[in-house]
């Protein structure tokens, strides 16, 4: 059983509440910074740690599998710790091991700080979110929840690539990881000063050993699998194959185990009893996709094909990260003052995320930053009107029992979501690539008038530079061969903007089954445990009495208690309200 709140910040200091949304926005600003800090910096921190590929990998993984562990743990941890307290060491924790990965450059301690910042960082994720919905009432959701998407959505997807990529080029790529320091101390700062939810004593239910080293073992296999799975060329890697038959086996094993630990399991499934949670869980999976999916294609299509610097491509994220804030204002606004309903909003967003990258299926290599630019801004605001809303679906309607659960819950499939997709356009891309240069190559031959004659002008060129007919010859068709090359990985990576875009169109039809399949079970259900009618014989006071035909009556109820309780629903029911008048015992004789 999860912590429940029982009490509000105070209400005698307004500025407090300002104090503890904007320390949890910018607790969640230091994961965004930790976890993107790889993207751009990865060739720096391969050269200064000496580390191989395949080295190079476990810091990516020890991140993202611990960050998702972090996602699992973190609700049995409020239990125990008071979140304004679990969510204050977490970010002196993420702070602390950010300091130390500056300091270092040593590969083995890199990755266990990696570690200890994804479990961190997933645990202050869900602690803030948590604190967040359990503080305020639902009136004020949408709003505070777009300010806590700004932190932990818009920043690692735009704001955490521009300023690592001007760190980059300007200093060096433990100037990240320094930047982490500052941010944390003042999230900790403002949460100190501020007042937090007052928790409620619950039953303390004891550390779930086995499910946790069972799931702990599934997604460190699965975060292996989908981030390295395109580079072994998946199951032709033994390694691969290994992992996801152990990732499996695990994953079923912690189900079973979960089922039959009922209460004392580690995590609370209650929470897709509800339909509207269980559809914003799948549509988190998918959305998870396109974001991380977009956020790798760009700054890569960016770097390799276009030659940006690290800083221009984490500049070109940049601007749609203001629509991208706009859209989420927007929506709050929509749902918080017009009453819109947040799945108004929802297909709007798909439909500007699906135009986007359409738009980007037409890039080239001659393309600059100004012939993306219109569908990256829309891309942001697809994206705003889209995450908010299904937030809001999620969990607006679970019960304290069972937030922190639904919200580790979510968290974990939009990761996994994304990790799936960023392993999906990966491997398209390699695959392309490699079928493109083939059907390419098989047109560009000495016999074709076009290709001999750009052989003989470049190799003319080169030997005016100086270099003799043989080397000017081979070098030509060295050139040729890149351009090919790269030609076929443009194509490659349009394919992978158009696939994105194909992602929903598949999906948008099955979502729309499965929120009717969950609507129409969920009033089937209700229907089920309505209450039952039974027939209930008078009491036989004679003979002429028995000739009275029997009478539907609900269980438990009488002429009485009907009267009684008619009035009292009605006043209930009236705007939400009790008065005093209506709770006090009746004096009137029945």
Not at 31 to 57: H, K, M, N, Q
Not at 125 to 140: D, E, N, R, T
Not at 324 to 338: H, M, N, T
């Amino acid at each position: 059983m999860t912590t429940a709140v029982v009490a509000l910040p105070s209400r005698d200091k307004p500025a407090t509440g300002v104090l503890l949304v904007t320390g949890i926005v910018l607790a969640a600003l230091t994961e965004a910074i930790a976890s993107t800090v790889l993207s751009l910096g990865r060739g720096d921190i391969i050269g200064d740690t000496y580390a191989t590929p395949d080295e190079f990998a476990w810091l990516d993984v020890g991140y993202t599998a611990c960050k998702l562990i972090g996602f699992i743990a973190a609700p049995w941890l409020m239990t125990r710790i008071n979140p304004r307290r679990l969510i204050i060491g977490s970010i002196l924790i993420m702070g602390a091991a950010c300091g130390l990965a500056a300091l270092t450059a040593r590969l083995d301690l890199l990755v266990a700080l990696r570690v200890i910042q994804g479990f961190s960082g997933g645990t202050l994720l869900v602690g803030g979110q948590a604190i967040i919905f359990l503080a305020y009432p639902k009136s004020h959701q949408p709003i505070l929840q777009a300010l806590f998407a700004m932190g932990s959505v818009v920043a690692p997807a735009t704001i955490a690539p521009a300023l690592q990529g001007w760190l980059l080029d300007t200093h060096s790529w433990t100037w990240i990881f320094f930047s982490v320091v500052p941010v944390a101390l003042a999230a900790a700062g403002l949460l100190l000063i501020a007042d937090g939810p007052t928790p409620a004593t619950t039953p303390r239910r004891p550390f779930d050993w086995i499910g946790f080293v069972l799931i702990s073992v599934t997604l460190f296999c699965f975060t292996y699998v989908f981030s390295q799975g395109s580079r072994w060329d998946w199951f032709e890697e033994p390694r691969i194959l290994w992992l996801t038959v152990i990732g499996t086996a695990t994953l079923l094993a912690f189900l079973g185990q979960q089922v039959m630990a009922k209460d004392q399991g580690l995590l609370d499934f209650t929470s897709f009893r509800s339909d509207d949670f269980t559809f914003a869980f799948v549509v988190s999976f998918v959305a998870g996709a396109a974001l991380f999916g977009s956020a790798f294609l760009i700054p890569s299509f960016a770097v390799s094909i276009l030659a940006f610097t690290p800083t221009d491509a984490g500049l070109l994220l940049l601007p749609s990260g203001a629509l991208f804030v706009g859209a989420l204002l927007i929506a709050a606004f929509l749902i918080q003052v017009r009453r819109v309903p947040p799945f108004a909003t929802v297909p709007f967003g798909i439909l500007l995320i699906m135009v986007a990258m359409w738009m980007l299926s037409g890039s080239t290599s001659e393309s600059g930053a100004d012939d993306m630019m219109a569908a990256i801004l829309l891309r942001g605001l697809g994206l705003g009107f889209l995450f908010l809303s299904i937030t809001l679906i999620a969990f607006t309607n679970l019960s304290s029992r069972n937030l922190a659960s639904g919200i580790g819950l979510f968290n974990s499939g939009r990761q996994l979501g994304g990790l799936m997709g960023v392993a999906w356009l990966q491997t398209l891309i390699d695959h392309n690539v490699a079928g493109n240069v083939a059907v390419l190559g098989s047109h560009v031959t000495a016999g074709v008038p076009a290709v001999s004659e750009r052989l003989t002008t470049t190799t003319a060129m080169l030997a005016a530079k100086g270099m003799d007919a043989v080397a000017a010859s081979r070098a030509a068709m060295s050139l040729l061969g890149r351009v090919v090359t790269g030609q076929s990985t443009v194509i490659a990576f349009d394919t992978a903007f158009n696939a994105v875009a194909l992602l929903f169109v598949v999906a948008a039809p099955a979502l729309i089954a499965i929120k009717v399949g969950l609507s129409r079970y969920a009033k089937s259900q209700a229907e089920q445990s309505s209450e039952p009618v039974v027939l209930q014989p008078r009491p036989q006071v004679n003979r002429e009495l028995d000739e009275i035909p029997l009478q539907a009556v609900p269980l438990n109820s009488g002429a009485r208690s009907n009267r009684a309780e008619r009035p009292r629903r009605q006043r209930s029911t009236h705007r939400g309200k009790l008065s005093l008048q209506s709770c006090a015992p009746s004096t009137q004789a029945p």
